[in-house]
């Protein structure tokens, strides 16, 4: 038939978005994908810690729900290292709960048994072994 008649790839469209490229363009930092914006990609440290290291993480809960303030992770951390040693990080969800990872397992144990039920800015603090699927702020 000659040219641009029937044949391979006659009459097929391709979209090329706004810009020329398929992803990673300026903005595209959506929802789905790793470590853009938050979304379901975001981890905190402590169930990162938790995959490889669980008998150094501890489970807090009991405060109230708010917006996450790294001030007040500091704060918390502070009032437990009053009591305990070894207390590397915390971080508590915008839910109330959260955790923290510790040096030792020694040290996270002993935490769980001096902390839970213990006050904190008014509520009674919840201090348990770190167990898979207990801190779902991030889901």
Known sequence: MGKGGKGKGAGQWVFVPQGGSFGGGKGHKGKGHKGGGKGKGRMSMVRRMAKT?????????GLAEKDTDKDFNKK????????????????????GRGGAIFGTEEEASTAIAVLNGQKFAGKVLEF???????NNDEE
């Open 53 to 61: 290291n669980p008998e150094r993480c501890v489970w807090i809960g």
């Open 76 to 95: 918390l951390q502070a009032w437990i290292g009053k009591s305990c040693e070894g207390c590397k990080f915390v971080d508590i969800g915008p839910r």
């Open 128 to 134: 348990d072994v770190y167990v898979k699927g207990w």
